[in-house]
């Protein structure tokens, strides 16, 4: 009966240590929002960045049904990455039933240290103790490009938000034309730098 307790009790305190850890980490670890709202954290720079996203063909199901909405987890496919960001395709679908237009979503997510940079689809303003965010990301290009060709009036962006997500409108002809790799540049995203206070 005393090994019994004594095992519960050993496993309660485990447990009690872990939640502990798990909560100090979260005390720890700074969360984007209280970066970008400088709640403990200063940013100390933003400058523009552009980035050339390249959609490996191969990544995709060969037989691929774009009648429906096609979702990918953060890992499957992965475009564009620092030690501190990563861009992923979220998502692909037809923009509407014309099917002239491909919808793809890509998103973000963060490893974030106590000071870095990051990059982000928006700027951060900070005016008088409240923050705001502007989207700016554009394509000052048009184009798309396989291996071989290049696509004109291609691309375009679609729309921002919620949160760091953003949406690129890709010609059908386009993507089903393309060898192997579908790349295009889209520019305005904002390389944060920031400190802890």
Do not use: W
């Amino acid at each position: 009966m005393r090994r019994n307790m004594k095992f519960i009790v050993l496993i309660a305190v485990l447990i009690c240590m872990i939640i502990a850890l798990i909560f100090i980490r979260g005390l720890l670890n700074p969360g984007l929002n209280k970066i970008t709202q400088q709640k403990g954290y200063i940013i100390t720079g933003q400058d523009e960045k552009s980035i050339e996203i390249k959609i490996d063909k191969d990544d995709l199901s060969p037989n691929i049904d774009l009648d429906e909405v096609i979702s990918f987890e953060k890992d499957d496919i992965i475009l564009y990455q620092t030690d501190t960001s990563t861009m992923y395709l979220k998502s692909i679908e037809y923009e509407n039933s014309d099917k002239e237009y491909l919808s793809l979503t890509f998103d973000f997510y963060y490893d974030l240290p106590q000071e870095g940079t990051i990059i982000v689809p928006y700027e951060v303003l900070a005016e008088h103790d409240s923050t705001s965010y502007s989207f700016r990301i554009v394509m000052h290009s048009k184009q798309a490009k396989d291996k071989s060709k290049v696509f004109d009036k291609a691309v375009s962006v679609h729309g921002q938000g919620p949160s760091e997500q953003f949406s690129i409108y890709l010609k059908t002809d386009v993507f089903t034309e393309a060898e192997d790799e579908i790349s295009f540049v889209v520019d305005n995203f904002n390389e944060l730098s920031y400190i802890k206070k």
